[in-house]
């Protein structure tokens, strides 16, 4: 197992202390928005460098149903 890195350490550092189960579930729905966001623009920049149109989606899309 690999070790804590200095975020994984001060987030424990932070939330060390008593928390609801409503707060917890708020942390996580932050985090979890937090890193889709990161992959919804790391797959638009890959997007628009590769050229990619609305057709080639639809390709995509229609190609898949057929299976």
């Given at each position: 197992m690999s070790q804590l890195n200095d975020v994984q350490v001060g987030?424990?550092?932070?939330?060390?202390?008593?928390?609801?189960?409503e707060e917890s579930l708020e942390v996580r729905r932050l985090l979890t928005r937090f890193y889709a966001e990161k992959?919804?623009?790391?797959?638009?920049?890959?997007?628009?460098?590769?050229?990619?149109?609305?057709?080639d989606y639809d390709s995509v899309l229609n190609r898949q149903q057929r299976s």
């Open positions: 987030l424990l550092r932070m939330f060390d202390r008593p928390m609801s189960q992959a919804r623009d790391a797959a638009t920049k890959i997007a628009q460098e590769r050229g990619y149109t609305a057709a």
